[in-house]
């Protein structure tokens, strides 16, 4: 797929952005002058939430009532467009159509983003890693980003019941029942994200696995497998996975009394990465690091293009730099299919991208130069 335009108005420090882009696209700039807002805004239209964390009012400009978006792109050669206001929340449209939830949005719309907090993938905590694969799962499969709200949702639920207890294990029989109401659904929804949590990681690990090889020169190998405390393992049916799920809460139902929260489930696993049979996490130096997240990001966007069969827009939101001359020409080796967007503080830092436009921004807005 491929994006054509952009308009921007009110977001964040950008007033009003209007720009056509070509295959590469390289923007660069002074760092604080809107570069990171922009990819931002382009992969609002995946419908996913924004990739530093920040909340929909927080992407309004100061003094504004509402921020909007529109591109036009292409997809499956069917020329398409689609626009994004936020005030009280996201609205969405696509070809001039109101879609249910910005979320929907994803169906269409596909982009990989690679930014310096991924690099802290590895050596950050689980929720870094879950957040990678919920986030893949989420472009595949619209129906999973209500999976995670169902499960959040049951899992707040369950989390005020067990503070409203203050520690006290002796429980009346209707709280018992509560209890038991919000045990089932929470493995009910949970059981559903391990299962396609785990699918993901089978699915995506052979990617993962030949991208390492190629940048270690063959000389490492890579693994990563699901893990959890819960007693779920890999091959597990659903219906098996729920099973184990609810002898785990069971089993923990003291645990998660006495803490005032749930210890065990979807939103306490992670995704154990090893290089050699040993834990990245622990032991792989900066370098590896960085290998892993490249592995990682780079077969992503190939599972997505398999699945889809559409190639995602890449985004490279100030990676370049943070990579030496080997990782970055594996980058550029590795996407050069695909539309592809960089920022970078001096466009020279770049050059191998021979071909492409390039765009200047300051204070919020961009010049093609």
Not at 93 to 116: C, H, M, R, W, Y
Not at 151 to 163: A, H, V
Not at 199 to 219: H, L
């Amino acid at each position: 797929m491929k994006i054509n335009s952009i308009n921007i108005k009110n977001y964040r420090n950008i007033g009003e952005m209007n720009l056509n882009f070509g295959d590469t696209n390289i923007i660069w700039g002074e760092n604080a002058q809107g570069k990171t807002n922009l990819l931002e805004a382009i992969y609002l239209f995946t419908g996913e939430k924004s990739f530093r964390g920040a909340k929909d009012k927080e992407l309004i400009m100061f003094g504004k009532e509402f921020a909007s978006m529109n591109i036009e792109f292409n997809n499956n050669n069917r020329d398409q467009s689609a626009e994004i206001v936020i005030k009280n929340k996201r609205i969405a449209t696509l070809n001039g159509i109101k879609k249910k939830s910005a979320g929907s949005l994803g169906d269409e719309i596909k982009a990989v983003i690679f930014s310096p907090v991924h690099l802290n993938m590895i050596k950050g905590g689980p929720e870094e890693r879950r957040s990678f694969v919920d986030t893949a799962l989420c472009q595949l499969n619209s129906n999973y980003r209500l999976l995670l709200k169902e499960y959040n949702k049951t899992l707040k639920q369950r989390n005020t019941l067990l503070k409203s207890l203050d520690g006290n294990l002796t429980l009346t029989p209707e709280t018992e029942i509560y209890l038991d109401v919000w045990n089932k659904n929470l493995t009910k929804t949970g059981s559903k994200i391990v299962f396609q949590r785990q699918k993901y990681i089978e699915a995506i690990t052979p990617y993962i696995s030949e991208i390492f090889c190629g940048i270690s020169d063959g000389k490492e190998k890579i693994t990563a497998e699901y893990f959890s405390k819960a007693g779920y393992i890999p091959n597990m049916t659903a219906e098996e996975i729920e099973n184990t799920m609810m002898i785990s809460l069971t089993g923990h139902k003291t645990a998660d009394i006495v803490n005032k929260t749930t210890t065990v489930g979807p939103h306490r696993d992670d995704i154990e990465i090893k290089i050699n049979g040993i834990s990245a996490k622990t032991y792989a130096s900066q370098g590896q690091q960085r290998s892993c997240v490249l592995a990682l990001k780079l077969a992503e966007a190939r599972l997505l293009s398999k699945k889809t069969g559409v190639s995602p827009v890449i985004l490279l939101d100030d990676v370049m730099s943070e990579l030496d001359e080997k990782r970055q020409d594996y980058i550029l080796n590795n996407i050069k299919d695909r539309q592809i967007f960089v920022t970078c503080c001096d466009k020279n830092t770049i050059l191998r991208l021979k071909s492409g436009k390039t765009f200047h921004i300051s204070d919020g807005k961009a010049e093609e130069n």
